[in-house]
């Protein structure tokens, strides 16, 4: 940037003003607000990306994970004398607490793999609470088929066992896949 004194009319200097420094005529002017669009832009693609990935995430790890049982639901109220269980009952037959152990190992490997490249107090307190589900979820699923087991407890406790999996391997999920800063 360039400062000049102007002569002024009594023949002293007038106040130096400031002009603006030149670009070479080869280099086209990039004003803010185009600059500002641009990430604008960028940071809307990067969370429609995040939102498909979040969304693949759920179709394959969480439906797909409890189909067979909804099949095997559908599939019985096609044959005769078919009693429908109660949803409690239900959800002890899905097998939910094998499928929260799937869903937390599977946010262990991709948070830790995230970890490993960029620290995230959010992410590590998340990734935690992960191997807390899984943990417990390993530990009553050795037990839920035993000989005296109650239907509508084991469906419960798995139940909730799969939503707290659902929640936390969601949120470590969508943050690895930048849907929000770690």
């Not at 009693?83 to 799937?102: D, H, I, R, T």
């Not at 699923?141 to 999996?165: E, N």
Request: charge should be neutral; include cysteine; glycine fraction near 8%.
């Amino acid at each position: 940037m360039t400062v000049t004194a102007a002569p002024s009319a009594e023949g002293g200097n007038a106040p130096a003003t400031a002009e603006p420094p030149q670009l070479p005529a080869n280099e086209p002017s990039v004003d803010g607000s185009q600059a500002q669009q641009e990430e604008e832009r960028a940071r809307r693609e990067a969370k429609k990306h995040a939102i498909l990935q979040f969304v693949m995430w759920l179709v394959f790890a969480v439906i797909f994970a409890v189909l067979p049982t909804a099949i095997q639901y559908l599939n019985g109220r096609q044959t005769v004398g078919y009693e429908a269980p109660g949803f409690l009952e239900m959800a002890s037959k899905a097998q939910l607490y094998l499928v929260a152990m799937g869903l937390t190992a599977q946010a262990l490997g991709q948070a830790i793999g995230h970890l490993l490249k960029a620290a995230s107090f959010r992410l590590a307190l998340i990734t935690v609470a992960n191997a807390l589900v899984l943990v417990v979820a390993a530990l009553l699923a050795s037990t839920a088929d035993g000989p005296d087991k109650i239907a509508s407890v084991v469906g419960q406790q798995s139940l909730m066992l799969f939503v707290a999996a659902l929640l936390s391997a969601g949120s470590s999920t969508w943050i690895c896949v930048g849907g929000t800063r770690p």
